[in-house]
Structures are given as structure tokens and as C-alpha cells.
């Protein structure tokens, strides 16, 4: 079969020690760096990027797959021991993985989030080689009007998804477009919003804004917050493995999970956010069984579904990634950034063109999610230890790892005022309440997206009808408005509201 | 008018300020038409676009009610000022600045200035406590940036490496 014809080129390419080195120390420092309260997979992405630069293609995106797989792992661990979600998506975690952890089984959570993830990171990976072929045919059929389309549907999806007004998140969407065209247009050589500076001729480095946006700007917020007594536990963690009773609770809450998130994961948006949430509603509305702790007071089913159904919809976001080149959320659009700098462009033809790195990588997620659960579950009192490092350490740190990497990526300090820009940009976002992930995806998106319009136009003679003649884009138009339409409905934004209150 | 909720009022400002300098930007350049679209055509959309929304998040901050006003509260000024003093420094020192003058100092010495600035934004500070932390992050990061990933760093002070 093609499939496993497939996977195995890519377990070849996997498969040789220096990739597998790559994979295990993306790993590492993913949960290193994820663990550490108040940092996201965005932010640690963002930090460890130039640590990649040196090396080939396959083995960059392979350690940055690993990295991602790790912060996500050690956002987890952060969340139940520690009731502090470092992203969005463990948000739901927190709920009853910290009340296991108050009551002295923070291991068998840990050990049911790493099992129900590693399941579903399995499944995943399984599902992203067989629909990746088919998806590419499609992907090549698709002219500009489609890929316009489907890039408005991707954003809408984002900022739905997203917590607080959608109005701004609409405008930060906006916003990153505007920032994306900063630099000089492929099409007429004109150097736009360019101010006259050289630097700027080029645009706008992206790991400059992920980091004064996610980094400066997260620490500023945070160090403005009186530091509160966190509780730690680290002393309780002990009897790491689930028992009999709670495998038969988990096993089925894990299957449900993986369902959920396997297919709300290919949706563009925060597939995994939002597969999390629907994994913990439908466990909390099924049934207990006799003698079952009610959900919100530890419930292990409340730990295993959600992160079984964030992990397979992280895996599936791949999908639009590499089938069509187009970022689902704001983790994918650090990938495409790192793709472009070693000169691979995202999109159908990667599969054609460069065989070696598509399956390699996606053999790699699934050799990754498996060294996270041979390294993670022995080595969880290492991670414990580092949640108790404390902030005033942690900070000037982040601070340097963030001013190195944004220096190491072009050996350019106008880079390292525009980082400081940014930070302060950053802040000004936290304090007015808007959401900085759309504006990293409106971002990465913004030449695509008027590259495309022009093509579109261009063919069309300048007829905007265009997109609502052809069938596959007037269809993926009418799933974007239809999106926004569900979410301003009054008895749906209500409820979307009581959703993000929950935690 | 009353604002009912500041930060939303605030950020459609914002917005609205923006989309407006990008727009009129915008204009400096080609806009063409939609057939062949110019260099200012898109941007120039997109500012429109934003300021609109703009328009209506700060419309909407003055109508719809919100449950305690939505203070956008103090700034940090101090957290504000050391942490972007430190990335300043850092980079002030790191290559110097050619165009004032300026030598670089080079990888090191950026860092123990970046660490102890960074570290004023804290609530407290100790200075043998950074001093250790700076020469275990310097260490740290010769290591890892210079010797095991071969960036290209200046890392001793011009005047001494030449």
C-alpha cells in the first residue's frame, strides 16, 4: 500500500541518528522551556527558532516539531501541578487535573494527560499521512480565487475560536495583515512602509514581532502582577501510575477525545482550543458511573479527553499546513516562517518536490510524541523542579534568549531595536485587552493573501464576482460567513462567553 | 457620551488611527485598479478596513455595557522601562554603534548588562544573586550560541580581539 510505502521513506529519513538526536533534544528543550509558567508553545517556538538555523531542512523542522510536542507536553504539566495553563488549549486541563493534584494523584493525571496524548498523537499522525495525498490533489486544483477564499475562511475560523470581542479580534487579523506588507512588493519593486530604512526594505522579520509581541511584551504584563503565592506540588507527586479502575475510565474518555480533536484539528482556527473544550463538555455530559468523583473535582476522565483531543487536533492542524501551505493558527505560522528560512515554501508541491522532508517529518511527530512519553513520565520530577524556579531568574533569562535570537537570525541590530518596538507594542495589546495570535496569522498571511487577490483579479479582469462564481470559493466563503453568523447569534455568543468564563 | 468600557474604547482608537496612517499611506503609492492591482491597492483596503473597525469597537465601547468598566489600570512604566532598556543595551553593546562612534563590547559584556538591567523590572533585587545568574547565563550562552551552534557573535569588546 502507498500508505505505508509512505511512512516508511519517512521512518528511513527519521530513523538515522542525527535526526533522531534532533528530535530528542527538540523535545527536551520544548519541555524545558514549556513547562516554565506563563510561557505558551508560541513563545518557546519563537525563542528556540535560531537554534535551528544552523541545521539542514529536515532536521530543522523535525527539532521544531519536537519543540512544539514538548511545550505542549510541559504546558500540561504546568497546568495540573501548578493549576496555571500555559496556552489557551490546557485551559480545561486545569479544571480537574489540579483538583487530582490537591489530593495527592498528580501522578496518574500526569500519567493519563502523557497516555491519552500519546494515543492520540498516534492516531494523528496516522490520519495526517492518509488524508495528506488526497488533500495535495485538491490543494493543486485550486487558483488564486480559491486560495484567496480559503485564507478568509482560515482567518475567520482563528478569531472565532479566539476568547474576548471578536471585533478585535477581526482588527488585530487587520492589523497583521497591514504589518505583512511592510517592505518592498514582489510585484513592483516599490519599497512600501519602508520609511526609507534599508532594513525595512525586507519586511518586517517575523521572529522579531513573535517575540516583542509574546515575549517582551508577556513579561512586562507579568512582572507588573504582584507575584502570587503559587502552589507547588512537588513533594505529593508519587504512585505515577494509574490504576485498573482509572485505565477503564480513561481508555474510552481517551477514544472520544482523539474522535473530537482528529476532526476539529483540520479545521482552519484554533482546532486545538476548541476540540478541548468539546472533549471536556461531552465527558461532563455523559453519565458517572457509581462511585466516580464528579467532574471539577478530579476527575480523570476531566484530564484524559481534553488532552487526548488537544493533542490529536495539534497533529491534524498539520494538515492544512502541508497539504496547502496555508497556517491554521498562530504555532503553524511560526513553522511557515521557519520553512521559508531554509527555503522551502509551503503548500502542495512539497509533497512532489521534496518527498524526503514530508514523510520525514511526519514520521518524526509520532517518534516525538513517543520520546516524550518514554522521557517525560520518568523524568516528571525533573520537570517539577523547574516549576519552582522563581520568576526573578526566569525573566532576565527569557529577556536574553529572546535579544540572542533575534540578533542570531540576519546578524542585525536593527533587528534588536524593532524586538524592543514590538515589546512595547506588546504591552500596549495586554493593557487594551486585545489578543496578539491573530495578528501573528494575519501576519505570515498578509503577502499570500494579496498575492492571490491580485492573481484573482487579474484573471477576472478585475470582476470581485469571481470569488462567488466559482464553486469551491463562493462555497468556502459561505462557510466563513456562515461561521460568523453561529458565533453573532445571540444564543450562541452567550453561550461562547460562559465557555471562556468557565476557567 | 459615557465610556462604558475604557480598553475597548481605547483599542478602536488605536485601530482607527492606524488604519487611517496605512491608508493614507497607502495613497504615496500606485493604487491601480482591480485588474491590475497597484502596490497601495490592497493596503490601501485594509486601512479602510481598519479604521471602520475601529470606528465601531469604540462605537460599541460607549453603548454596550460593561461589568466594571474595563479599566485598562496603571501602566508598569518601571517593568516597561528596564525590561526595553536591557534589549537596548544589549544591543547597544553587542556591535556597538558604527554611525555614533560607539565599539562594540561584544557577546559578553551585553549580557551581564542585559541580566542586570532586565533584572531592576524585578520586584526585588540582589546583586550577587544577578551576578551569578549573569555569568552562568554568559557561560551558558558562549556555549550553546558560539561554540555549539556557530553563530556569528562578536564576543570579546573590538578593541581587545581587534
Known amino acids: 500500500m502507498e500508505l505505508f510505502d509512505n511512512l516508511a521513506t519517512g521512518f528511513g529519513v527519521a530513523f538515522t541518528f542525527q535526526n533522531l538526536i534532533y528530535c530528542l533534544i527538540g523535545c527536551i528543550l520544548g519541555t524545558l522551556i514549556g513547562v516554565l509558567p506563563g510561557i505558551g508553545p508560541v513563545a518557546t517556538i519563537a525563542m528556540l527558532l535560531p537554534a535551528t538555523y544552523a541545521l539542514p531542512p529536515v532536521a530543522a523542522l523535525i527539532m521544531l516539531a519536537g519543540i512544539y510536542y514538548g511545550a505542549q507536553y510541559g504546558g500540561s504539566t504546568t497546568a495540573i501541578l501548578v493549576n496555571l495553563p500555559g496556552e489557551s488549549s490546557s485551559v480545561v486541563t486545569v479544571i480537574d487535573g489540579y483538583q487530582m493534584a490537591r489530593k495527592g494523584r498528580a501522578g496518574p493525571a500526569l500519567a493519563a494527560a502523557g497516555l491519552g496524548s500519546f494515543f492520540a498523537g498516534c492516531v494523528g499522525t496516522l490520519i495526517l499521512a492518509a488524508f495528506a495525498p488526497p488533500l495535495t490533489e485538491v490543494a493543486f486544483k485550486f487558483g488564486p480565487a480559491e486560495y484567496f477564499s480559503l485564507m478568509v475562511l482560515g482567518l475567520i475560523g482563528a478569531v472565532v475560536l479566539a476568547s474576548g470581542s471578536l471585533l478585535k479580534a477581526v482588527a488585530m487579523i487587520v492589523l497583521g495583515l497591514l504589518l505583512g506588507l511592510v517592505g518592498t512588493d514582489v510585484n513592483s519593486g516599490v519599497a512600501r512602509y519602508s520609511f526609507d530604512i534599508p532594513e525595512l526594505t525586507d519586511g518586517i522579520n517575523f521572529v522579531v514581532i513573535a517575540m516583542g509581541v509574546f515575549g517582551y511584551g508577556e513579561i512586562i504584563a507579568n512582572l507588573s502582577k504582584p507575584e502570587d503565592d503559587r502552589e507547588v506540588f512537588t513533594a505529593k507527586v508519587q504512585g505515577l501510575f494509574p490504576t485498573k479502575e482509572d485505565f477503564k475510565r480513561m481508555i474510552p474518555a481517551v477514544l472520544r477525545g482523539t474522535a473530537l480533536g482528529a476532526a476539529l484539528g483540520i479545521l482552519p482556527g484554533g482546532g486545538a482550543l476548541l476540540a478541548a473544550f468539546a472533549a471536556y463538555t461531552i465527558e461532563k455530559k455523559t453519565k458517572l458511573q457509581p462511585g466516580e468523583v464528579p467532574f471539577g473535582k478530579g476527575n480523570i476522565r476531566g484530564v484524559a479527553a481534553p488532552e487526548s483531543a488537544n493533542n490529536a487536533g495539534a497533529q491534524t492542524s498539520f494538515i492544512p499546513l502541508l497539504t496547502l501551505g496555508i497556517p491554521p493558527n498562530a504555532v503553524m505560522a511560526l513553522m511557515v516562517g521557519a520553512m521559508t528560512i531554509h527555503n522551502i515554501q509551503p503548500g502542495p508541491q512539497v509533497m512532489t518536490s521534496n518527498p524526503e522532508l514530508f514523510w520525514g517529518l511526519i514520521a518524526s511527530m509520532w517518534l516525538g510524541n513517543a520520546m516524550l512519553i518514554i522521557l517525560n513520565l520518568p523524568l516528571i520530577g525533573m520537570w517539577i523542579k523547574l516549576l519552582t524556579v522563581p520568576y526573578r531568574w526566569l525573566f532576565p533569562s527569557i529577556v536574553l534568549f529572546c535579544a540572542v535570537g533575534v540578533y542570531g537570525t540576519n546578524n542585525n541590530t536593527f533587528d534588536v531595536w524593532l524586538v524592543g518596538i514590538f515589546g512595547f507594542i506588546g504591552y500596549v495589546f495586554h493593557k487594551l485587552g486585545t489578543e496578539p495570535a491573530p495578528l501573528l496569522l494575519g501576519f505570515i498571511l498578509g503577502p499570500m493573501m494579496e498575492e492571490n487577490l491580485r492573481r484573482a483579479l487579474l484573471l477576472s479582469r478585475g470582476d470581485w464576482s469571481v470569488f462567488v462564481t466559482r464553486p469551491i470559493s463562493a462555497g468556502l466563503l459561505a462557510a466563513a460567513v456562515l461561521l460568523l453568523i453561529i458565533v453573532l447569534l445571540p444564543a450562541v455568543s452567550k453561550k461562547r462567553e460562559e465557555a471562556f468564563v468557565e476557567d | ?162
Not at chain 2, 483599542?11 to 487611517?20: A, N, P, T, Y
Not at chain 2, 526595553?84 to 553593546?93: D, E, Q, R, T, Y
Not at chain 2, 548588562?113 to 544573586?129: P, Q, R, T, Y
Open chain 2, 1 to 162: 457620551m459615557k465610556i462604558k468600557s475604557q480598553k475597548d474604547f481605547f483599542s478602536g482608537l488605536m485601530f482607527m488611527g492606524v488604519g487611517v496612517a496605512f491608508a493614507v499611506g497607502a495613497t504615496n503609492y500606485s493604487v491601480g485598479n482591480g485588474a491590475r492591482m497597484g502596490p497601495g491597492y490592497f493596503p490601501l483596503i485594509l486601512g479602510i478596513l481598519l479604521a471602520i473597525l475601529g470606528t465601531a469597537i469604540t462605537f460599541y465601547a460607549t453603548v454596550v455595557e460593561s461589568a466594571d468598566g474595563d479599566k485598562i489600570g496603571k501602566w508598569a512604566w518601571k517593568q516597561l522601562f528596564f525590561i526595553l532598556a536591557s534589549n537596548f543595551a544589549f544591543g547597544v553593546l553587542l556591535a556597538g554603534l558604527p554611525s555614533f562612534g560607539v565599539p562594540a563590547m561584544g557577546l559578553i559584556v551585553a549580557i551581564y548588562a542585559l541580566v542586570f538591567i532586565a533584572s531592576l523590572a524585578g520586584e526585588s533585587f540582589n546583586a550577587k544573586e544577578v551576578f551569578i545568574l549573569a555569568t552562568i547565563l554568559a557561560v551558558g550562552s558562549y556555549v550553546a550560541f558560539v561554540w555549539a551552534l556557530k553563530l556569528q557573535f562578536p564576543v570579546w569588546p573590538s578593541f581587545i580581539s581587534g
